[in-house]
């Protein structure tokens, strides 16, 4: 066998170990908890999942005409706003149902956004005693100040560093989680969830595990009669790559995942660029998983998200990038049939000093506060109605995948 051939069979062989050592991982955490009665409390209880799957319209997807068509699930409709309600509400359950709370007065980590909102706001709707601290970078506190405000005023601690826009797991930069760390092992009473499993790597697989028991399973159910079926995901803390990229291949390995990433200096908020994503060993292991990995730019990510709003889907910036990937696969895939499905991962709700900073920019036009506005109202109103339907056993998704199971 020569060289090259070699090393193709070792990377075949280590993409093979990582998925069968993370399965294992995953799959072993049935014994700490119960599943069911997670996914119960996660949608009856918090009104978080079991968000259905829409198309993206024709007007977005040129390509639908040809037989390629793209989905997405609205995660902004969870409690909290986003995705992150997920992999927040695995590790709280984990952890209260391990009697790791008990004497944990606060709980710190590194982020500022998505994982700290939902965070802040389910600790609130659960009546935890406890509070949550976040150690992030000045620049981003500086440009979101209507999130900063709303954080505070449910009694969430803000910390500033100069990690700049993300924490990095760039051991020569990582000030945000070097910090939440420490207080983690220096305070007895507070504990930190390590989303980006530096330090903490259990927090990374219980991360993962919060897509994998929950994300991965819905879109497997509600895709089960698709054919030609593909993944769109970005990159952050690759929880949401991982966890849901394993859990769709352990059902289905024909299913191509396709992860994206920023390209340096971008502002996608929610996406990391390669540089930011540090030096990581996650890295390496979740990008294993992916059949391809596509950089997107600002333009791409913004237009895109503009586009959106055109036809009233309320994408943010993250979400224009994961479309725009997905629009990017469909280009690769002119001439076949194909299914592909991503996320809108998070609410435009705080994205409003962000938006006007960046809009002008990037697309060198002003935010249209009047569309912008709109879909606020409209995201709140479907939000609720998505929390309420769950919460009353109303939703068609729960009942099939839960109840009637």
């Known amino acids: 066998m020569d060289k090259q051939a070699l090393n193709h069979e070792n990377s075949k062989d280590a993409k093979s170990s990582f998925l069968r050592d993370t399965i294992k991982g995953l799959e072993e955490l049935k014994n700490d908890i119960d599943i069911k009665t997670y996914l119960k409390w996660l949608g009856q ?9 829409l198309e993206i319209p ?6 639908s005409s040809d037989g390629i068509r793209i989905f997405y699930k609205p995660e902004f409709l969870n409690y909290g706003g986003s995705g992150k309600g997920r992999p927040v509400s695995f ?3 984990y952890y209260m149902s391990n009697g790791v709370l008990a004497d944990i007065e606060t709980i710190t980590t590194a982020g500022f956004g998505n994982f700290m909102r939902n965070l802040t706001e389910i600790i609130q ?9 976040a150690h992030m970078g000045q620049i981003l506190i500086d440009e979101n100040p209507d999130l900063v405000t709303h954080l505070k005023d449910m009694g969430a601690i803000i910390e500033v560093c100069d990690d700049g826009y993300c924490p990095t797991g760039d051991m020569d930069r990582g000030k945000a989680i070097s910090n939440a760390f420490i207080e983690d092992q220096t305070i007895p009473t507070t504990l930190m969830l390590d ?10 697989l219980l991360n993962a595990a919060g897509y994998f028991y929950s994300l991965a399973p819905e879109i497997l159910f509600q895709t089960n009669e698709m054919e030609d079926l593909f993944y769109v995901n970005g990159e952050g803390t690759r929880g949401s790559l991982v966890g849901t990229a394993i859990g769709l291949k352990k059902a289905r390995p024909e299913i191509k995942v396709i992860g994206l990433r920023q390209r340096d200096s971008g502002h996608i908020f929610g996406l990391r660029s390669k540089k930011q994503l540090g030096k990581s060993q996650s890295l390496g292991r979740a990008e294993e998983l992916c059949d391809n990995v596509y950089e997107i730019n600002d333009r791409e990510a913004y237009s895109t998200m503009v586009n959106l709003w055109n036809v009233g889907i309320p994408a943010t910036p993250s979400g224009g990038s994961y479309v725009a990937g997905a629009l990017k696969l469909a280009e690769e895939l002119e001439g076949e049939t194909a299914n592909i499905v991503t ?6 709700e705080f994205y409003k000093s962000i938006l006007k900073l960046w809009i002008p920019r990037i697309l060198e036009d002003e935010l249209n506060l009047k569309i912008f506005n709109d879909l606020q109202t409209q995201v709140h109103s479907e939000r ?3 929390i309420n339907g769950l919460k009353q056993g109303e939703n068609d998704l729960y009942n099939s995948m839960i109840v009637d199971n």
């Open 343 to 348: 996320m809108i991962f998070d609410s435009l």
């Open 125 to 133: 709707q659960i009546n935890l005693n406890i509070t949550p601290k």
């Open 58 to 63: 024709e007007e977005v997807n040129y390509h």
């Open 195 to 204: 989303q980006h499993a530096v330090y903490k790597p259990i927090d990374g």
């Open 91 to 93: 590790m709280l359950h």
């Open 45 to 53: 209880a918090l009104g978080i999942g079991f968000t259905p799957l």
């Open 384 to 386: 609720i109605t998505h």
